[in-house]
């Protein structure tokens, strides 16, 4: 038994619906995870989970993993329809802060005027967690969440079941101001959560001449995710994290970049992320 991820939303800082997005989609981040036996997660709550949620009925608690707090990756929490029915166990595990609480920094985006009901409204029972330092299991599967190089509180996180691993680091500049292949792997930003995965989704926002313009934004070039996967080993990387202002045929441009840089490798060239997408695990 392994895992499956499905993907409601990929996109990064801003939804971008439109004729230009239709194949990889507008949504921003949210991946659904499962397991045979029934266990779910998910990964982020961007407007993706918008969807998700339309259509989820479970008997048994939801648990929603956030990597940070920016606005594409809670903005969909407010309409997630299993937070609006009474009986439903929701938890919501995300970084720590020594400022305030994760519910307070949550509780920001369901107050007026930003939005017309309080937290505190939601028929739901909610509970937040700080996520722990030490390595903990929901639903049967094994979590690693470790901080990662992004403005802001930001974790990446490592899901482990039966063998098989995935690692999800959507916003993520791994180097900042050094050359990747001049550091030992401890020394690379988010490394021991990828090392060996055999799924890697991670931030590829930019093109190499974008990012010359955009270093220190937490985001990584298509060069700096293909160099992070291949330093850390892994056997299938996902472009994530899609620019806002990137056409469908600008990520087809970071595919093909990306699979030039990977030549010679043995394992699977990368591919791009796109709503509707499912991975399975060995």
Same mark, same amino acid.
């Given at each position: 038994m392994g895992l499956r991820a499905r993907i409601w939303g990929c996109r990064g800082s801003l939804p971008t619906p439109g004729e230009a997005t239709v194949r990889y989609g507008g949504n921003t981040p949210c991946v659904e995870i499962r397991t045979s036996d029934g266990g779910m997660?998910? =990964?982020?709550?961007?407007?993706?989970?918008?969807? +998700?949620?339309a259509g989820l009925e479970r008997d048994g608690p939801v648990h929603v993993l956030l990597t940070h707090l920016h606005l594409d990756h809670v903005e969909g929490l407010r309409f997630f @329809? !299993? +937070?609006? $029915?009474a009986g439903v166990e929701l938890h919501i595990?995300?970084?720590?802060?020594? /400022?305030?609480? =994760? &519910?307070? $920094?949550?509780? #920001?985006?369901?107050?007026?005027?930003?939005?017309? =009901? &309080?937290l505190a409204d939601t028929p739901a029972s909610v509970t937040f967690h700080d996520v722990p330092h030490e390595t903990w299991e929901v639903e049967g599967v094994r979590i690693d969440a470790q901080p990662v190089s992004h403005p802001g509180p930001t974790l990446g996180y490592r899901l482990s079941l039966n063998g098989s691993a995935l690692a999800y680091i959507p916003d993520h500049e791994p180097v +900042?101001? *050094?050359?990747?292949?001049? =550091?030992?792997?401890e020394w690379i930003s988010g490394h021991a959560l990828a090392e060996d995965v055999d799924v890697l989704f991670h931030d590829c926002q930019f093109s190499e001449a974008e990012y010359l313009s955009r270093v220190g934004w937490g985001h990584s070039s298509v060069a700096h995710a293909v &160099?992070? @996967?291949? #330093?850390?080993? *892994?056997? #299938?990387? *996902? /472009?994530? %994290?899609?620019? !806002?202002? %990137?056409?469908d045929d600008a990520v087809d441009d970071l595919v093909q970049r990306a699979r030039e840089l990977w030549d010679g490798a043995s394992t699977e060239p990368p591919v791009a992320a796109c709503e509707g997408m499912t991975v399975e695990l060995p």
């Open positions: 997660l998910i =990964l982020d709550a961007g407007t993706g989970i918008k969807q +998700l949620g @329809a !299993p +937070l609006w $029915r595990w995300g970084p720590p802060s020594p /400022l305030h609480t =994760l &519910e307070e $920094r949550i509780a #920001r985006a369901f107050s007026p005027p930003l939005f017309p =009901l &309080e +900042l101001g *050094v050359e990747m292949a001049d =550091l030992a792997p &160099e992070f @996967a291949q #330093r850390s080993e *892994v056997e #299938r990387l *996902v /472009l994530f %994290h899609h620019d !806002p202002d %990137h056409s």
